[in-house]
């Protein structure tokens, strides 16, 4: 996962001056892998701006379709006539602003930017993708910049597309789901650096009401046991996405689609709930979410026609499967840019099922790889109202007084530990309070005890007779938290994996 620190620094309070190789340690130590922290800052050097797009010449006689355009730069080129470059890109048209590097630059991997004649013509810069960038890995065109864009020609294009961040990326475990959002990251960072944070789930939130934002019945409650939903009526459908959010969307490797389909990327990105969006008008009657019949059929937002099994989970109207659950969207359902009534859906499904649809049917998508690795459930409600008001936000639009919220989600089971075996275990002295502690720090609920045989602690610690056992609750957001061993893992993990000693401890007799 690649998430900027700007976005990070909204969630908790990194220190203004972090260098990146103490970010990068901090991660580590707490077990989370980093591919790498890289400055944006130092990746593209030289010349840099904004230009616009004044007229394009489409070449023909080549093998592919190349475009000869003239584009304003300012006084960024030394002359303020228009700069002549050759593209091969068709996302663009005149009137557009775009980023160009311009002779002198050099982008990442030492690439060398410098007037060149090419199909015939003088090419003096290059007009960027994301990609060529180190944005992300989107090279299906160059950066268009949102009209709402607060730059004009000649300006430092730098801090327009985000190359002002750091970048970090991570290679999360399986074991690890919940750092696959920023609220996960950030929190991670709070418990590595000691410093506040704010978690973006604790935010207060209407709750389900009587009347159902959209008719629905779950019918396999163990392939999804919550369904929120809720809607916005009247958007403006030429409503763009924010340059900031195709900021954010671009590092993350995520390209942007359209604003409602962007939201709910960017909000699967922060809290890590995958979500999906509606075409209201483009759905028929109640919708219903069951298993796929055998042989049952979807087409997918990808275009592909697919063959269902039993052991798919769908989402349904009157015509048939309008989604394939947890996976991918359905063709029949999506938004389009005559959009103007959406259906937010943000539900909680069968980790074990979804793994296998997504390799039945080869769908790695970012929402299966979260699923996968298991989502809160507890963050529906939370993503619903967070989606509804960045659409009202930047669209327009009237939000529905009405909330669905279907949850047959069971509370997480208690588990019983010693508190001294963490000490037991590893080999370093952790006192009942600092276990405690620590559990805390993860978002566990702690009850102090005793065994069977000794009574309840006072506040000096437990009466003679009963060795103290702790009670805890993991939260929502730690699926992998299910035994003892975890809790004894997690201890040490926030205590520091350098307090471990490098040899064997020696077993106290009679200690077990």
């Known amino acids: 996962m690649r998430v900027s620190v700007s976005w990070l620094r909204e969630y908790v309070d990194l220190p203004?001056?972090?260098?990146?190789?103490?970010?990068?340690?901090?991660?580590?130590?707490?077990?989370?892998?980093?591919?790498?922290?890289?400055?944006?800052?130092?990746?593209?050097?030289?010349?840099?701006?904004?230009?616009?797009?004044?007229?394009?010449?489409?070449?023909?006689?080549?093998?592919?379709?190349?475009?000869?355009?003239?584009v304003d730069v300012g006084a960024a080129n030394g002359t303020g006539e228009p700069q002549e470059i050759v593209c091969g890109a068709r996302n663009f048209a005149?009137?557009?602003?775009?980023?160009?590097?311009?002779?002198?630059?050099?982008?990442?991997?030492?690439?060398?930017?410098?007037?060149?004649?090419?199909?015939?013509?003088?090419?003096?810069?290059?007009?960027?993708?994301?990609?060529?960038?180190?944005?992300?890995?989107?090279?299906?065109?160059?950066?268009?910049?949102?009209?709402?864009?607060?730059?004009?020609?000649?300006?430092?294009?730098?801090?327009?597309?985000?190359?002002?961040?750091?970048?970090?990326?991570?290679?999360?475990?399986?074991?690890?789901?919940?750092?696959?959002?920023?609220?996960?990251?950030?929190?991670?960072?709070?418990?590595?650096?000691?410093?506040?944070?704010?978690?973006?789930?604790?935010?207060?939130?209407?709750?389900?009401?009587?009347?159902?934002?959209?008719?629905?019945?779950?019918?396999?409650?163990?392939?999804?046991?919550?369904?929120?939903?809720?809607?916005?009526?009247?958007?403006?459908?030429?409503?763009?996405?924010?340059?900031?959010?195709?900021?954010?969307?671009?590092?993350?490797?995520?390209?942007?689609?359209?604003?409602?389909?962007?939201?709910?990327?960017?909000?699967?990105?922060?809290?890590?709930?995958?979500?999906?969006?509606?075409?209201?008008?483009?759905?028929?009657?109640?919708?219903?979410?069951?298993?796929?019949?055998?042989?049952?059929?979807?087409?997918?937002?990808?275009?592909?026609?697919?063959?269902?099994?039993?052991?798919?989970?769908?989402?349904?109207?009157?015509?048939?499967p309008v989604s394939l659950a947890a996976v991918m969207g359905g063709e029949t359902s999506e938004v389009v840019a005559s959009t103007t009534n959406v259906l937010f859906e943000a539900a909680h499904w069968d980790p074990v099922m979804v793994g296998r649809t997504a390799r039945r049917h080869r769908l790695f998508s970012e929402a299966a790889k979260r699923w996968e690795r298991g989502v809160d459930p507890a963050m529906s409600l939370v993503a619903i109202e967070r989606a509804v008001r960045l659409l009202t936000e930047h669209a327009g639009g009237t939000i529905g007084d009405e909330v669905l919220d279907i949850d047959h989600v069971r509370p997480r089971t208690p588990v019983s530990i010693p508190a001294d075996l963490p000490t037991r275990r590893v080999g370093v002295p952790y006192s009942p309070e600092r276990v405690v502690s620590l559990l805390e720090q993860v978002g566990c609920t702690v009850t102090r005890g005793v065994d069977r045989m000794g009574e309840d602690p006072g506040s000096a610690g437990v009466a003679a007779g009963g060795a103290e056992v702790l009670t805890v609750v993991p939260p929502t957001w730690r699926p992998d938290l299910t035994d003892p061993a975890d809790l004894v893992e997690e201890v040490v993990r926030l205590d520091g994996y350098d307090r471990v000693p490098s040899v064997l401890p020696t077993a106290p007799r009679g200690g077990g």
């Open 16 to 70: 203004v001056d972090l260098p990146a190789a103490d970010l990068e340690q901090a991660l580590i130590d707490l077990g989370i892998e980093v591919e790498s922290v890289v400055d944006l800052r130092a990746t593209v050097t030289g010349p840099l701006v904004v230009g616009e797009v004044l007229e394009i010449e489409e070449l023909t006689g080549f093998k592919k379709p190349i475009r000869f355009c003239r």
């Open 94 to 320: 005149p009137g557009d602003r775009v980023v160009v590097i311009l002779p002198g630059g050099v982008l990442p991997g030492n690439f060398a930017i410098g007037a060149r004649r090419t199909y015939g013509r003088n090419s003096n810069g290059m007009i960027c993708s994301a990609k060529e960038l180190g944005l992300g890995d989107d090279h299906s065109g160059i950066i268009v910049l949102p009209e709402d864009t607060p730059a004009k020609p000649g300006d430092d294009a730098r801090p327009v597309v985000g190359l002002d961040d750091v970048v970090v990326e991570l290679e999360i475990t399986p074991d690890r789901g919940y750092a696959l959002s920023v609220r996960g990251i950030a929190r991670e960072l709070a418990h590595a650096l000691g410093v506040p944070f704010r978690d973006p789930g604790l935010v207060p939130v209407p709750g389900g009401t009587a009347e159902p934002a959209y008719p629905v019945e779950v019918r396999d409650t163990v392939g999804c046991d919550r369904f929120t939903a809720r809607m916005v009526r009247g958007i403006d459908p030429t409503a763009a996405t924010p340059g900031w959010m195709q900021q954010r969307l671009t590092v993350a490797g995520i390209r942007s689609i359209s604003l409602a389909v962007d939201i709910t990327n960017y909000v699967m990105l922060e809290l890590g709930q995958p979500m999906h969006a509606f075409d209201a008008d483009r759905i028929s009657g109640p919708l219903v979410v069951r298993r796929a019949d055998p042989g049952e059929k979807v087409t997918t937002l990808d275009g592909v026609a697919r063959t269902l099994t039993a052991e798919d989970m769908v989402i349904c109207d009157d015509t048939g």
